[in-house]
């Protein structure tokens, strides 16, 4: 994509200190809310196929440029992410209030996990990258992936995480990017790996039926809990997700951070 | 990348990955409701990779390793990992684990027992012990290294021990000594926190150290201001993220190192108190130079760097001098705080000792020497080459703790020790790495008397330079025996004449000392497959062997055993019966008898309990009057190091001219042994890639680091590319006036080299390309130079394969 492909119209200046919502963050917030109506995750298999017409419509929303990051795009990010989920309010809000909120069936929380495997070793590894990625050390990465967005259906997950400048130090490309891949096929050691990795949780132990579920994972490096429980997860996603303090509720386990426990002593132990 | 080559490579990823093996194809998702990490235990241990020495805390699920979470206890990594480390738990579990001693019968390798593979070493040692070496890595740990040191040199009478380090950071460690009179570094990773300026000297930290490499960099995203700058012969992924970068032709590094030396004198802005009070001045002798040099005075260093002008720099190494300056100014500037960070592009160099020292000189030049972010450190690419092969002394010239074979009163000293007869410890320095193939590879009538090579954990059928003519030759020779335990089959175990099957790993309990002298410990976690079996075991067993087929020397002076170990009752334990060795805990045994040694050279180590409860100590360590062990950060530093005095702020307590002062060297600038010519034109640079690690026998079995870095490349400069007529994945034949490579061209990737010169990384045991490069090493550190040799490339004649 060139960059004037990529520049958007916004004008992000603010006048006598009153905030202007910035076009940048409505685009985020269109996107997020046309990819709620039109149904987001594709199907786990489907996730990386080629599908129709990959003629980019004029009336979508564009991507924003490295300048326009440079201007405080990442600075915008929890406010266009508190925009999104207003906007998933804004369509649930009645029923909030006075119905059960959604619920994920089993067949949605089944096919959110096994995408999610695909891409992880085990429940814990960085996910791989699906797509080629710029081999020379640059933040390219958080241009899609600061907050995420949808187009033509496919996700670019938010990170999970604060941003690390070197993305390449954890994230690499699923498959190369390099030319002649076929050469590297024929021989060298063999690839069929013995390992079995750890298995996703997939549901958090509540104290009573209506208690709010603790948090069955490890929150290191998964502080960001809307990447995959967000607005534009499918499956794990939250049914409140206009709640923004998801720690109030879901206790993170000391034990999964593997946070030293031998100070704190047995739990329920007399001080 | 435009979006039309971003939509066809989506196309081919998801073709692919349908081929490939996929390890997330083996695991169903669980039922609703369930909680996998029951049932899973975490135990902490270092890294298997590199010398950053990150702590991983390793999930285990009935008897097998399940996930690998990063240790958020860790100061080194500080809960964060690269992605070999995230995957270290897969190291384990390739497919074609070596899981029985092999012996070669009429050109095949056969299974046999590990008794009938105990006599046949015992016997190759027998008929010529003199003949035998020890070669191993610093993926050795601490007590097998240890072990394998006193075998050798206890054992064995002789001083044939080497490793895998000395071709890694042999060089670093001559620059320590010629410069502190003592090996490894005064400063440590809390540089990377505090540093206003980080300067990588021929170094890639991004691909190659990416956990320090980030606890550097993502102080930016936490809004302080950096400065990174990149001293260096390519363009890498490090340079993208570099404020500056300062290109210079191959070799030419001594020259920026002098003038930036000559502008601080020059302009006065160099550290008059510092030096005046803490430095002083030394140079090559003019006819047979050696590692001490000698003394000169401030006036004729002085005058002999003064020839190194910006002028003269440029024109030697391509380097603008308005950078010299810049790089000047930046060092003249004491408000600032400076950290330079070198690995292989410093060591791997024929003037490796003469560039290490003249970094250190341009530190202490500056004073920017002895605050935490200001100061040098080299980094290390084997978990333990600091702790084991530097500390313990797995070379030829070493003895346990720093001490040297050298010395009368060190020789002494050990044989109290290990309670061996005076005179047990040869006083002749066996040869150095190179030099030991170089003879495995002579008939014995013509110099070739090494003739048997015992190998473990390392892999130099791939690693040595020039391989045909410093190993393959070897096993075209009659009477050359190689032994190799390994973990996988390799280049070299394929070459070998008995294969052992090791353990690896959290298979056995181990300790490695990693790159800013930091001491790590772990216990065995999951049983090795099959009949594998530790490395410190088997050298154990061997010198048992021996010691029951009446070889004199493995008894000590009261005709023990040499490894003679007992348990709390007193009673003998049998450690060389496998089925015995876990009865007593033979790794704390080991590294207590080894922990005598560390006091000569002020590297105290504390009792091994006090490593099980910490995430590594950095040595240093000593006791303080309430019982605990305390750390030193910064050595030579008053408050830091305990061994400094009050008072004197400074103190090089094992300065080589006695006076408590450190070295600042001049080196001319010399040409390298191999130039780019007419006939081969271009210089050939080797190195490393972040997916893999070294000659990638654990790596290339992990799918996704295997699927991320599938095969080895020739990086090219587009222009010499176009003007050869070779397209983006060409084949493409180098040449050196030692052997070629076809390999698989590719342009603006990884890295992008300079017109003139390509780039080759060594990881794939398919592409040699040890088959091409020099053998060629630095006069004081005998560490061969893999960075500059001279070849030719062409595209690769019509029906040429990889």
């Given at each position: 994509m060139s960059d004037e492909e990529q520049r958007t119209t916004s004008d992000t200046t603010s006048s006598n200190g009153a905030r202007v919502v910035p076009v940048v963050a409505s685009a985020v917030l269109a996107v997020a809310v046309i990819g709620f109506f039109t149904g987001i995750a594709p199907a786990p298999d489907a996730a990386f196929e080629l599908r129709g017409s990959r003629e980019v419509s004029s009336d979508l929303p564009r991507a924003p440029s490295h300048a326009d990051l440079a201007a405080g795009f990442a600075a915008q990010a929890a406010e266009s992410r508190q925009l999104a989920a207003f906007g998933a309010m804004a369509r649930e809000g009645r029923r909030a209030l006075t119905e059960e909120p959604p619920v994920a069936t089993a067949e949605e929380i089944s096919g959110a996990l096994a995408l999610r495997q695909q891409r992880r070793a085990y429940d814990g590894a960085p996910p791989r990258v699906p797509h080629p990625m710029t081999q020379t050390g640059s933040l390219d990465c958080v241009a899609c992936h600061q907050d995420g967005f949808v187009l033509e259906g496919r996700v670019a997950r938010m990170m999970s995480h604060e941003t690390y400048a070197s993305c390449s130090q954890c994230h690499v490309e699923d498959v190369h990017s390099m030319p002649s891949a076929e050469r590297a096929s024929v021989g060298g050691p063999p690839i069929d790996t013995q390992f079995v990795g750890l298995e996703a949780p997939t549901s958090g132990p509540r104290a009573w039926e209506g208690a709010p579920p603790v948090i069955p994972h490890a929150t290191q490096m998964r502080e960001r809990c809307d990447s995959c429980h967000g607005v534009l997860a499918e499956g794990l996603r939250t049914s409140h997700p206009w709640r923004q303090s998801c720690t109030q509720c879901h206790a993170p386990s000391a034990e999964y951070d593997l946070r030293p426990l031998a100070e704190l002593g047995p739990i329920g132990a007399a001080p | 990348m435009d979006r039309r080559d971003f939509l066809r490579q989506m196309a081919m990823t998801a073709a692919s990955a349908a081929v490939t093996g996929s390890v997330e194809a083996q695991r169903s998702v669980v039922p609703l409701g369930s909680s996998p990490r029951d049932g899973v235990t975490w135990n902490k241990a270092p890294c298997r990779f590199c010398g950053t020495g990150c702590h991983v805390q390793v999930g285990v699920r009935q008897g097998r390793i399940v996930a690998i979470q990063a240790d958020p206890q860790a100061e080194v990594n500080k809960g964060h990992l690269c992605v070999k480390g995230y995957h270290v738990g897969l190291a384990p579990y390739g497919p074609d684990r070596l899981t029985r001693p092999l012996l070669r019968r009429n050109g095949e390798l056969v299974p046999i027992s590990w008794d009938q593979a105990l006599d046949v070493i015992a016997e190759r040692i027998q008929r010529n012990p003199a003949g035998f070496a020890l070669y191993g890595s610093g993926q050795w740990t601490i007590p097998e290294g240890y072990a394998g040191t006193k075998f050798v040199k206890a054992g064995l009478g002789t001083n044939n021990i080497e490793a895998n380090a000395r071709l890694c950071m042999a060089s670093a460690v001559t620059g320590f000594l010629a410069t502190y009179g003592v090996d490894e570094p005064a400063s440590c990773f809390d540089d990377l926190d505090r540093c206003d300026v980080m300067i990588c000297w021929g170094n890639n930290p991004a691909e190659m150290h990416p956990v320090l490499f980030s606890r550097f960099l993502d102080r930016r995203s936490r809004g302080e201001r950096t400065t990174l700058v990149d001293i260096g012969t390519r363009r890498t992924r490090t340079t993208g993220f570099a404020d500056h970068y300062l290109e210079f032709k191959p070799h030419t590094d001594t020259a920026i190192a002098l003038g930036v030396m000559a502008l601080l004198v020059r302009e006065g802005t160099y550290d008059r108190r510092f030096v005046e009070n803490h430095c002083a001045f030394r140079a090559p002798q003019a006819d047979s130079p050696t590692l001490q040099g000698e003394a000169i005075d401030f006036e004729a260093w002085k005058a002999r760097v003064a020839e190194y002008t910006p002028e003269r720099v440029q024109e030697i190494s391509g380097v603008p001098a308005r950078e010299i300056r810049r790089l000047a100014e930046l060092f003249g500037n004491r408000d600032l705080r400076i950290a330079s960070f070198w690995c292989m592009g410093m060591n791997q160099h024929t003037a490796g000792t003469a560039i290490n020292s003249l970094v250190h000189g341009v530190h202490l030049l500056s004073g920017h020497w002895g605050r935490e972010g200001d100061g040098p450190s080299s980094l290390t690419g084997q978990p333990s080459a600091c702790g084991t092969v530097r500390e313990v002394g797995t070379l030829v010239h070493l003895l346990p703790g720093g001490t040297l074979v050298a010395k009368p009163e060190h020789r002494a000293a050990a044989e109290r020790r290990w309670n061996v007869p005076a005179g047990r410890i040869s006083d002749r320095i066996g040869p150095h790495t190179v030099e030991m193939f170089r003879r495995f590879c002579l008939p014995a009538d013509q110099g070739g008397d090494i003739d048997t090579i015992w190998v473990q954990v390392t892999n130099p059928g791939q690693t040595m330079p020039n391989a045909t003519e410093y190993f393959d030759r070897s096993r075209e020779l009659e009477g050359k025996f190689l032994i190799v335990s390994d973990v996988y089959p390799t280049l070299t175990t394929r070459a070998a004449d008995l294969v052992l099957p090791s353990a690896m790993w959290v298979e056995k309990n181990g300790m490695f000392g990693n790159s800013e002298r930091r001491t790590q410990q772990w216990f065995k976690m999951i049983e090795p497959p099959g009949e594998a079996r530790d490395d410190c075991w088997q050298i154990l067993a061997v010198a048992r062997r021996l010691f029951d087929r009446g070889?004199?020397?493995?008894?000590?002076a009261d005709g023990k055993f040499l490894f003679h170990m007992e348990d709390e009752r007193g009673r003998e334990v049998p450690t060389w019966d496998f089925r015995r060795y876990y009865d007593i805990n033979v790794d704390e045994r080991l590294f207590e008898e080894y922990r005598g040694f560390s006091t000569t050279k002020h590297k105290n180590l504390a009792p091994y309990g006090e490593y099980v409860r910490a995430r590594g100590l950095r040595w240093p360590v000593v006791e303080t009057d309430d019982g605990t062990w305390r750390e030193t950060r910064y050595r030579f530093v008053e408050g830091e190091d305990p061994f400094v005095p009050q008072g004197d702020g400074f103190q090089f307590y094992h300065s080589t001219s006695e006076d408590d002062r450190a070295q600042i060297w001049f080196h001319p600038y010399t040409p390298p042994p191999e130039v780019p010519d007419e006939e081969y034109p271009f210089w050939l640079c080797t190195g490393r890639v972040l997916e893999h690690w070294h000659s990638g026998t654990m790596t290339m079995r992990i799918p996704p680091l295997r699927r991320a870095m599938p095969q080895a490349y020739v990086e090219l400069h587009r222009d010499d590319a176009r003007r050869l007529g070779i397209a983006q994945g060409d084949l493409v034949r180098i040449e050196s006036r030692r052997g070629h490579l076809d390999i698989t061209a590719w342009i603006d990737g990884r890295g992008q080299p300079p017109r003139g010169s390509v780039f080759v990384p060594f990881f794939d045991e398919r592409l040699r390309i040890n088959l091409v490069t020099l053998h060629e090493y630095d006069p004081f550190s005998k560490q061969p130079d893999y960075k500059k040799c001279a070849v030719r490339i062409r595209r690769a004649p019509r029906g040429a394969s990889t």
């Open positions: - | 070889f004199e020397t493995m008894r000590d």
